[in-house]
């Protein structure tokens, strides 16, 4: 995949000869939907796999996390593949972003999944933040992080261990029944912010009249929508 001239920093050879598969679902442009940055423009860098859930509905009731509302199997999205190198996929990621946007505004790339921390490393952060982008991750909090990452997103799962206890927010899905995924075992840990996001569904409407409730009454919190799916964009 060729870059057009002038279209943004180029790659270090560096860079470019750490050798490491990554197993892409989807990579597109979009606007951040949800959390402390919604409505920031961002190429969406979605990694195959997670450790919580095999996105196979048949094992949907018995895994760690029920309510995921992803598809993160396979590589077969919209930009996806399998990437032979971290500059490779930074590079991916910056035409993506050349296509989309005018010469404004500092490029942003958010990790996700599935679980990003199974795949995201220190070389494919360096990739990423020598082709200008800010580096975003959304992270079940399962997995360590390794260092350079610009924005951490932590969204806990109950039943699941947390091991990523410090970021710039916490956004959790509400309401979870299990007693270890209540609010109050999240608030006193060292993030900048904390959102509740009522968890989509059937129940969707009484969820967010229940997260609206308890932020009114624990000021701490705040209400999180998932923009994205009200407005119609991926």
């Known amino acids: 995949m060729r870059l057009a001239a002038n279209t943004g920093p180029r790659l270090t050879e560096t860079a470019a000869i750490v050798s490491r598969t990554y197993a892409v679902k989807e990579l ?12 920031r423009a961002a190429v969406f860098c979605r990694f ?22 992803t598809d993160f199997i396979g590589t077969d999205g919209p930009g996806g593949g399998r990437f032979e190198t971290p500059a490779a996929l930074a ?27 199974l795949q995201l490393d220190a070389p494919l952060i360096d990739a ?31 039943r699941a261990p947390l091991r990523l206890t410090s970021g710039n927010e ?23 912010h904390f959102f509740l996001q009522p968890m989509d569904g059937p129940e969707r409407i009484q969820n967010t009249q229940r997260a609206l409730a308890y932020c009114l ?18």
Not at 129 to 157: M, R, Y
Not at 170 to 192: D, G, N, T, W
Not at 227 to 233: A, D, R
């Open 28 to 39: 597109y442009y979009t606007l951040q939907g949800e959390g402390a940055q919604t409505g």
């Open 48 to 69: 195959a796999g997670c450790n919580l859930w095999t996105g196979l509905e048949r094992d949907r009731a018995t895994a760690v996390c029920t309510f995921c509302d």
């Open 91 to 117: 590079r991916a990621a910056l035409e993506t972003w050349n296509q989309n946007r005018s010469p404004s505004g500092t490029p942003l790339v958010v990790c996700t999944g599935g679980e990003p921390l």
């Open 128 to 158: 990423f933040h020598e082709a200008g982008f800010h580096v975003a991750i959304e992270t079940n909090g399962t997995q360590p992080a390794p260092p350079g990452i610009d924005w951490i997103c932590v969204s806990p799962k109950a």
């Open 170 to 192: 916490l956004k959790l899905v509400f309401p979870q029944r299990e007693p270890e995924a209540q609010p109050e075992r999240f608030e006193s840990l060292a993030f900048q």
């Open 217 to 234: 009454e624990h000021p701490r919190w705040r209400l999180s929508l998932q923009t994205h799916k009200l407005i119609g964009i991926p």
